[in-house]
């Protein structure tokens, strides 16, 4: 698929059902449990206020918890409950302080999680024989639960969002931390990058352009869409559901996909058009106010040696403008010649992937790339790389030359070198211990009661405690 920032593993349908075999004969046990429940009778397991959480809810939690792929383990029932107690709260003082979530956003978070779930049980018909009804049925079901879900966490970000670190919170936060339990950091380093990669000409594209304007007529001429995309699209991640990609808004694709997707009517056909990720031609199946249902094709063009060659030439003569010409560094050379989008606008140098919102340009060199870490254990601090092939996952090449800033060996943490880290740290123990004060307060002004079955989870006890009007029996 080419939703922004998301990589498909390409696991063939066949291996993904034998994987997840187990997983799906526990989802559908505890699924039918869930069912027996509300046929039978259900009975509520903790009260917030005015809202209830039936034993249910519980259980269907942890159903989804089953068929993420995570092991059995039904002490996390006391954890989703604790859950299910915290949203409540939230939701009800949202109402209090006008706090909502659009439509859009909770029927993108359904689709969200439909397609996950499709793509874990093998399709729409397995989904629905394990849930035990139809697949709109169950959307409509699970609605109100994740549009609170939702309301609760902008209630939660409404809370902390005056929150922040001065350089005295830091100090003092570091200070508190005992010697013997400062956290060690692995060697890391600051790697720049200038990137080249293989351009196809017109002539070249023209090829591709073709093969997919030829699928497109045969399915102008009464061919299925969805057999042609199973059939011949190279998006692996929707080609099995014939290249459906269920509802979602403008942000969840890429500009040219978005701006075609949101300019048709219902049931008409795109003409062929280019992102980043090859030429596409697409469907509209429905469109919901700002949320559209779309079907595509996709044909990634292929790297030719000639379009290899030239990307060649390119980068060698960037590297020798480094090597001969002072007047020119590395931040404005990747500025101007580098073809990542991901780091010419920051100077080349590469983010740690593992702690985007910090935006740290420190990686631990357990976390590069294996291709790019055997380049930088031969560098020097300064130096630059001769210019190199490097091949992503899906298959694409691209020359590089990396550049070495910095390299930290391993230590123990101190406010010197780890600074940006340690801030970090400090705005979460201070984050947390915002929402812990919050939810303290609510829980000593609030009705709460628990069932006796829940008691034992320990994580529950606390909302009990010190809480006058609570009725745990």
């Known amino acids: 698929m080419f939703y922004k920032q998301v990589i498909y593993n390409f696991i063939s349908k066949e291996r993904y059902m034998r994987k997840f075999g187990l997983t799906l004969f526990i989802l559908l046990t505890t699924l039918t449990f869930v069912n027996a429940q509300k046929r039978t009778l259900d009975k509520i397991a903790g009260v917030v206020g005015s ?17 993420a792929g995570n092991p059995p383990t039904p002490t996390i029932k006391g954890y989703i409950l604790q859950q299910l107690l915290t949203q409540k709260l939230l939701a009800q003082q949202a109402v209090i302080d006008s706090v909502t979530v659009k439509d859009d956003e909770v029927d993108a978070e359904v689709d969200r999680r439909m397609r996950s779930m499709t ?27 994740i549009k609170e879900m939702k309301v609760a966490e902008k209630m939660r970000q409404k809370i902390t969002e005056k929150v922040n670190v001065t350089p005295y919170d830091i100090k003092k936060y570091f200070d508190g931390i005992p010697k013997d339990s400062l956290p060690t950091y692995n060697k890391e380093v600051e790697i720049g990058e200038i990137s080249i990669s293989p351009a196809l000409t017109v002539a070249e594209k023209k090829i591709f352009k073709d093969k997919l304007e030829a699928i497109r007529a045969r399915i102008k001429g009464g061919e299925d869409f969805g057999n042609m995309a199973r059939l011949y699209s190279q998006d692996q991640g929707s080609a099995p559901d014939g290249g459906d990609l269920g509802f979602a808004d403008r942000s969840t694709f890429v500009k040219e996909f978005a701006a075609m997707a949101f300019k048709l009517k219902a049931g008409e056909i795109s003409p062929i058009f280019e992102t980043d990720f090859g030429f596409h031609f697409l469907q509209v199946i429905e469109r919901r106010g700002e949320q559209v249902h779309v079907r595509h094709i996709l044909i990634r063009p292929d790297q030719t040696q000639a379009s290899l060659n030239r990307a060649k030439a390119r980068i060698d003569s960037v590297y020798t403008l480094l090597l001969g010409n002072k007047k020119i560094d590395f931040s404005s050379a990747a500025a101007i010649y580098s073809d990542s989008k991901d780091t010419k606008f920051n100077g080349g140098m590469m983010l740690n992937m593992d702690n985007v919102q910090a935006r740290t340009t420190y990686i631990p060199t357990d976390k590069l790339d294996p291709q790019v870490a055997l380049v930088v254990d031969t560098m020097k601090v300064g130096e630059l790389s001769k210019p190199g092939l490097f091949t992503a996952a899906d298959g694409k090449k691209t020359y590089k030359i990396l550049y070495l800033k910095s390299k930290t060996d391993a230590h123990k943490a101190n406010l010197a070198q780890d600074l940006p880290k340690i801030k970090e740290l400090a705005y979460e123990d201070k984050l947390n211990r915002s929402v812990s004060e919050w939810f303290e307060k609510k829980r000593k002004s609030t009705y709460i009661k628990i069932d006796p079955e829940y008691q034992a989870y ?9 809480n006058p009007t609570a009725q745990v029996k």
């Not at 209830?52 to 269907?60: A, F, G, R």
């Not at 397995?126 to 709109?136: D, M, P, T, V």
């Not at 994580?459 to 009990?464: I, N």
């Open 119 to 145: 793509m874990r049980a093998g399709g729409e018909e397995r989904l629905e024989q394990f849930i035990g009804k139809s697949i709109i049925q169950y959307k409509d079901e699970i609605r109100p639960d």
């Open 458 to 466: 320990p994580q529950l006890k606390m909302w009990a405690a010190g």
């Open 51 to 67: 809202g209830i959480i039936l034993q249910s809810d519980v259980e269907s939690q942890y159903a989804q918890y089953l068929v």
